[in-house]
């Protein structure tokens, strides 16, 4: 919840200010398009949404990109869905990526970093060498532009390279963290049907290796699509009969051919978790992800080529496409691949330390997990180039922002604390980090350039200062063309468009403040609503998990037949903890004193963990389900799920309930 105190967390002196890129480009556009000159971020993003196509022009002009064929204007059919951005154009997302290798060939492109946290460097030269070999490689295997290739890779230097290559020919990216199983896999690539397949023979995660080579033959014999397998050696295994060789393929030294395609042709295909059926595979455009994260990326994050920019993510979680664009600010980007926790809490604090990051990424989560560990990274690990720590994946708590200025303050101008919202339908940020903005406690800084972002009441009105529903109300380039095997759009309509027609609904609670912060609180389909009264369940996590007893909670409300309204918390306690009767008054109390009486639960029931989506999303809606009745089968999709296994403890309560 946010702060009722209106003092900043954080503010930025006026060195930060000048110095920003988002300044620059305010000062750059006013004098080439009309940008206001006065009035800061305020004013530059009010004009990025009065006069939307002007601003996307401008910020394709300020980053300099390559259309091999011009646009005939910004904005064709300005609809949505369906929005038609820069009719005409052509150009190449992989081209752009790789434009810093022709100033700085020896530079580290990549920092590819294992559980032994010791950084391992791609030079620019070199990620440019082996994805103009892999590129021409793909293209003898008779892949052409929009034919599909699959990953099942970790957050390693190959992955990154066998995505620019994909871009280079034309084709079409996604991918599978190796940790997902056959059926989590196949329930995404069997929609898209790849016809290159890139597998790891196994992972090392936690300190152990994991083989994977069973589950590659089972994808390979459910993949008939697939007319070439190529085999990275992660472990040391020698490649299947029937594979091609990872360093035969990129043993060349060709220089890459850039495909030029439609603005709105396909970059990638990224899915949404899948928990009641099939994932959504999301359609993201070339030309619309290379301006979205251009202008995320610079104008936002901040970044440019004296930047090191790590992010904790995997291949199968956006974080990990919009890690890779860091290349597209000439951004040297950290790749980690293992746990966040190994060989302690404090692993991603070290990797930060070793790569020299200077935006380090990771998910509120890891945060309060460090917070309740009682981690001191300030004071354990140079972290003296780290500007700004970012955090998503669920809103940051208040606790979090002050534990982490707490754990910077005797750092001069304090650390820039970014919580950030967005999504993997968009595979961007709806409202996030402002380098010259204040940080409030509990808040995210603002809604993001070019994003017309509002809260909204059932009936269409802009709230501000309220509860609503988070929409945005004019296209963003990096919204989905389409979702596959969806021809007539009607789920892709269903998904975001049938509840304000022609306004993008996001299905997430925020309040829009008076000062233009937006403050999250949680997915608007898993609402509470006591009395009336609708809430968000991140304020209810946020509150509750302060008490040192409890390591993770998950609240819902669930609707009776009888027309009863039930709204059980479950906690899964921290070692040694006992869910007796002290505990759960001060459960109650917590929560009765930092919201109110409405949000205390009707029951409070320990549980042996909380489940998750693969992407670490707690499962609200099919828990919800099960608790209705729903059959297991029904409720969720088993392959969409971090530990399946769990569920069928709300099985057996929604039976005893009965």
């Not at 910020?59 to 869905?81: K, N």
């Not at 100033?103 to 950084?119: C, F, I, N, S, Y």
């Not at 440019?304 to 290349?327: A, I």
């Not at 409405?598 to 409070?604: L, T």
Request: charged share 20%; proline share 8%; with cysteine.
């Amino acid at each position: 919840m946010s702060s009722a105190n209106p003092e900043p967390l954080w503010r930025p002196d006026q060195h930060t200010i000048d110095h920003a890129r988002v300044t620059r480009f305010q000062t750059w556009a006013a004098e080439h398009h009309g940008a206001p000159r006065d009035g800061g971020y305020p004013a530059l993003h009010q004009w990025s949404v009065d006069e939307l196509d002007t601003f996307w022009q401008a910020v394709a002009e300020w980053f300099d990109i390559r259309f091999s064929t011009p646009y005939a204007r910004v904005l064709g059919d300005r609809h949505m869905p369906g929005a038609e951005w820069f009719p005409g154009a052509t150009l190449n997302y992989a081209e752009h990526a790789l434009r810093a290798a022709a100033d700085r060939p020896g530079e580290p492109a990549l920092l590819h970093v294992d559980e032994t946290h010791d950084p391992t460097p791609v030079t620019w030269a070199e990620l440019r060498r082996q994805v103009g070999s892999l590129a021409a490689a793909l293209r003898d295997l008779g892949v052409r532009p929009g034919d599909r290739v699959s990953g099942y890779l970790p957050n390693i230097p190959e992955a990154v390279v066998a995505f620019l290559a994909t871009a280079a020919v034309g084709a079409v990216w996604t991918s599978c963290a190796p940790d997902f199983g056959a059926r989590g896999v196949l329930d995404r690539f069997q929609q898209v049907e790849p016809v290159v397949l890139f597998t790891v023979d196994g992972y090392r995660y936690g300190g152990k290796e994991h083989d994977r080579t069973g589950t590659v033959a089972e994808l390979r014999a459910a993949l008939p699509t697939v007319r070439a397998v190529v085999h990275v050696p992660l472990l040391g295994t020698p490649a299947p009969e029937g594979t091609l060789e990872w360093s035969a393929l990129t043993a060349g030294d060709t220089e890459p051919v850039f495909e030029q395609v439609p603005f709105g042709h396909p970059l990638w295909v990224l899915y949404s978790s899948g928990t009641t059926g099939l994932p959504k595979a999301i359609v993201q455009p070339q030309g619309g992800i290379l301006l979205e994260h251009c202008k995320q990326l610079a104008l936002h994050c901040d970044l440019g080529p004296e930047d090191r920019f790590f992010w904790y993510t995997s291949t199968g979680w956006m974080m990990w496409n919009f890690l890779v664009s860091g290349l597209l600010t000439g951004t040297t980007i950290v790749l980690y691949d293992g746990s966040p926790g190994y060989p302690d809490t404090g692993a991603q604090w070290r990797v930060a330390e070793r790569t020299g990051a200077t935006l380090f990424g990771t998910s509120a989560a890891y945060v309060m997990a460090c917070h309740k560990a009682d981690i001191h990274p300030a004071r354990d690990f140079d972290l003296s180039r780290v500007h700004c720590v970012a955090t998503t994946g669920s809103p940051l708590p208040p606790d979090g922002f002050r534990w982490l200025r707490d754990q910077f303050t005797d750092r001069p101008g304090g650390l820039w604390i970014a919580s950030v919202s967005g999504g993997t339908d968009v595979c961007s940020c709806f409202a996030g980090a402002v380098r010259t903005l204040p940080v409030h406690i509990g808040e995210l800084q603002a809604a993001c350039l070019g994003t017309d972002l509002q809260a909204w009441d059932p009936q269409g009105a802009p709230l501000t200062g309220e509860v609503g529903e988070l929409v945005v109300t004019q296209p963003m380039p990096s919204m989905p063309t389409r979702f596959w095997n969806d021809p007539d759009g009607h789920r892709y309509h269903d998904s975001y468009f049938d509840t304000y027609p022609g306004i993008w609904r996001h299905g997430d609670w925020i309040t829009v403040t008076s000062h233009g912060s937006v403050v999250i609180h949680g997915r608007s389909d898993s609402t509470l609503n006591r009395q009336g009264v609708r809430m968000g369940s991140a304020d209810i996590y946020e509150a509750v998990e302060r008490l040192p007893e409890i390591r993770e909670s998950l609240v819902l409300g669930v609707e009776q037949p009888d027309g009863g309204y039930w709204m059980p918390l479950f906690v899964h306690l921290a070692p040694g903890a006992t869910l007796d009767d002290e505990l759960r008054t001060r459960i109650r109390r917590t929560i009765r004193e930092n919201l109110s009486p409405r949000h205390v639960p009707d029951e409070i029931i320990d549980v042996p963990a909380v489940p998750h989506t693969l992407t670490g999303k707690r499962l609200e809606v099919p828990v919800k389900r099960l608790l209705q009745g729903t059959p297991l089968d029904k409720a969720v999709n088993p392959g969409s799920v971090d530990r399946i296994e769990l569920l069928q403890f709300y099985v057996d309560l929604a039976r005893r309930r009965t």
